[in-house]
């Protein structure tokens, strides 16, 4: 049955790049209120400082090219990280980098340098990012097991949920608490090009490092003993998806917030046409990674509620059930 699912890779990537494309249009389309897309555009091509050409390059634009970018990156890393540890419920978030992105985040906002200038977030919750990567090897050490590196995880998480929460205990005014939360929520509103070509580097980085593991991950999906029998070291390959994982990860929770079960659903709704082969599942994870969250994101502006969710909320509200019935066949299986 699983072989009969599979459908050719290069045109299940084409068609959900195709997809993805259309929902960023889409979302460049859509607000609150009516845009003539085609004078904003021929505004903004012509340098004229119009108001249809302001919105257009100012606010709704970034939003979808970081929709895009967030989503694949979470999609990306999520099958990375279900091929790394074998485990179909391992999400970007198990080895403690999404946490410590977002206390990253937090202290800018605490510490009062998210008012003073506007990349303060994307540059604290990248250092936290970077941070956690730096914790996490020092925490696993050489060769370790792919449990002491979920272990670690666990403990970077539980380290940076303690010290958000005290950052809220202790924040100076309740104007501060209720902003930290409400990012915490995760969105893609009010973000600008700036944030697009800070982050973009570093995901495209931690994209190339997680695409280039690809036949490592076939390979693992036989077993450790015939990973390392095919001449795959599994120490570089642990080292390289977490790098990766912590620059696509880390840069998308440093602009967004935290934006969860992306990086859980997609790839278990996409496993199946590709033959369940983890290297084949990572491209396809990406885009269809950038589809939820861009059609999420759309979502949050047609539904009838001002102001409008949060994109964390609309996620977490489309992933929690979908992660209940998975649980359930699980345990059916098993």
Known sequence: ?????????????????????????????????PLDLGQALRDALAGRESIEALVLTEI???????????????????????????????EPGVIGISGMAALGAVAMFYSGLAGAFSLALPLGGIAGALIATILLFALAGRGASMTTLILAGVAINSFAGAMTSLALNLSPNPYAATEIVFWLMGSLADRSLDHVWLVLPLMLAGWGLML?????????????????????????????????????????????GAIGFVG???????????????????????????LLVLGADSLTRLLPVRPELKLGVVTAMIGAPFLFSLIWRLRREA
């Open 212 to 256: 280039a593991a690809a036949p490592a991950l076939d390979a693992l999906t036989l077993g450790e003993d015939t990973a390392t029998s095919l001449g795959f070291n599994l120490m570089r390959l642990r080292a390289q998806l977490v790098l990766g994982a912590a620059l696509a990860v880390g840069s998308a929770v440093a602009v967004t």
């Open 60 to 90: 709704r634009l970034p939003r979808a090219v970081l929709g895009m970018l967030v989503g694949f990156s979470l999609g990306l890393t999520g099958a990375a990280m279900q091929g790394l540890l074998r485990n179909p419920l391992a």
């Open 264 to 290: 859980l659903i997609v790839p278990h709704l996409l496993r199946p046409l590709v033959g369940h082969r983890a290297g084949r599942l990572l491209l396809v994870s990406g885009f269809g990674g950038a």
């Open 1 to 33: 049955m699983k072989a009969r699912l599979a459908m050719p890779a290069a045109g299940l990537n084409a068609a959900l790049a195709v997809l993805a494309v259309l929902a960023c249009g889409l979302s460049v389309a859509l607000g609150y209120a």
